[in-house]
């Protein structure tokens, strides 16, 4: 289960595949070192994306 305090590291690390979600997203910093270690909850307010919808997502 993703949660809002899932790293994004660990997130791609176990679901791959959960990238084309992040990128459609607008996160497209996912290589970045820093972006490795924030949580879902963070990457989303940085990047003014809804994080509620976003879980409901990558969960589905």
């Known amino acids: 289960m993703i949660e809002k305090t899932t790293k994004i590291g660990d997130l791609l690390e176990k679901n791959p595949d ?3 979600i992040l990128l459609e997203a607008g996160m497209h910093c996912l290589g970045c070192m820093a972006a490795q270690e ?9 990047h003014g994306i809804d994080v509620d919808e976003l879980i409901e997502k990558l969960n589905a």
């Open 18 to 20: 959960k990238a084309d």
């Open 38 to 46: 924030e949580t879902l909850e963070e990457a989303c307010e940085v």
